[in-house]
Structures are given as C-alpha cells and as structure tokens.
C-alpha cells in the first residue's frame, strides 16, 4: 500500500497561470479530501467527495479553484489565475467513510 | 462553527521525559477527535482516534477526552528525538462527515 500520492510536490508558476494538482488515493477509499495549509491559517478544509460524487466545497474559494475526480482512482485540483496569496502546501487525503483521514505529503504551491 | 485551540504551542523536552499537550474546541457538535503528528515537508500521520470520554491508548499514545470540558489532550510516553515534530489534534465538523477542522499546532522538540 503506497499511501495516498500526490503529485508534483513542488510546483511553482507565476502569477496568472494555471496549476493542476493530483491526488491518487489509497485503492479503496471511497472518501478523497483537500485541504490547504498555511503557516498563518493553518490547515483549512477545501472540498470532499465520496464515491466520486462531490459533497462539500464550503472551503472552496469561490473563483479560480475547481476539483473534480473523474474516476476512484485520482481527483485533481485546478487553480486557474494562481495568485502569490495561493502560495500554500495542498494536502490530499483518503478515508473508507467518515473514518480516520490518510493524508498524502502533500504539493508544495509557490506563486512568484 | 467548530473553532480548535491547542496549547502549548511549543514544548521542549527531554528524551524520556512524558510530553503532554493540550486541545480545547469551541463547542460540543464533534463526535470524533484525532490527533495527527507531521514532521517536517511530511504528510500527517494519524496517531490517536478518540470517540469517547475516557482514555484510548496506541503504544506510547494515550489520547484523554473530557467532553463535558471540551477538551482532549495527548500524552507521549518516554518520548524520543524522533519524536520531534508539529502535532495537530482534529475534530470532525457535522455529524458523519469526515471532515476535519484543525488546531494550528503544536511544536515538540526532544531533546537526547
């Protein structure tokens, strides 16, 4: 069991482009989160679904971020327009259902 | 909605000593509580699942909730250096969710 993958770990863009984050979860997991941290704010919940449907994107600014997870197998975040206030580590995590959450090393932002 | 406060926000100690830390929420609405541990451009690593009053032990982790006090702490048996790292308690926001809000840390140093 390869844990919950992320990719890249480190991406940087300027300001104005688009970035794409993946998330691969634990095979079986019918749960996939996103969540973002940051030094001042801490962790924060962004969006989450179950069964690849989506449930909750309270978290979610309200433009320029989307998730989507088109198959078990992997959901993606996009931020298009990234701005330096998107700079943030972005955790992905996995869970059989309302269980204990296994999160994935996370994408390291960075927006010049 | 539930707010997390965690206490100390840096504790030092010495390899073997007993580290304990603290973890106060804002109302009684949570029905599971978690403490997770992430060392340093890591993941987080699930350490305790607690879902009632009273003790629940994993090896050298002892999660103690109080509901009534609103508060959970975990205590860390003959800690080592290995130990050192940011430890972050949760507690799911809605009933059967999985979702999660986080305090904003606390950071062990063990020292040899």
């Known amino acids: 069991n390869a844990g919950v993958i992320q990719t890249p770990r480190h991406k940087v863009t300027g300001k104005g482009q688009e970035a794409t984050l993946w998330c691969e979860p634990i095979?079986?997991?019918?749960?996939v989160f996103w969540y973002r941290q940051t030094i001042v704010q801490g962790l924060e919940f962004l969006t989450y679904?179950?069964?690849?449907?989506?449930?909750?994107d309270s978290g979610m600014p309200k433009e320029r971020f989307s998730a989507q997870m088109p198959n078990q197998s992997h959901s993606t975040l996009k931020i298009q327009s990234t701005q330096p206030q998107d700079s943030a580590v972005y955790l992905c995590?996995?869970?059989?259902?309302?269980?204990?959450?296994?999160f994935g090393s996370g994408t390291r932002l960075t927006v010049l | 909605q539930q707010k997390v406060q965690q206490s100390p926000e840096s504790l030092t100690v010495s390899e073997g000593a007993m580290a304990s830390l603290n973890c106060t929420f804002s109302d009684g609405t949570s029905n599971n509580f978690r403490w997770y541990r992430q060392h340093s451009a890591k993941g987080l690593e699930v350490l305790v699942s607690?879902?009632?009053?009273g003790e629940k032990e994993e090896g050298r982790f002892t999660a103690h909730l109080n509901r009534a006090n609103l508060h959970v702490s975990l205590h860390i048996r003959e800690p080592q250096p290995s130990d050192s790292a940011v430890y972050l308690c949760?507690?799911?926001?809605?009933?059967?969710?999985?979702?999660?809000?986080f305090g904003h840390g606390t950071i062990l140093r063990v020292h040899p």
């Open positions: 607690i879902f009632s009053d």
């Open positions: 095979s079986g997991h019918s749960a």
């Open positions: 949760a507690a799911n926001t809605g009933a059967n969710t999985g979702k999660l809000t």
């Open positions: 679904f179950r069964n690849q449907a989506p449930i909750d």
């Open positions: 995590a996995s869970s059989l259902g309302t269980e204990t959450l296994y």
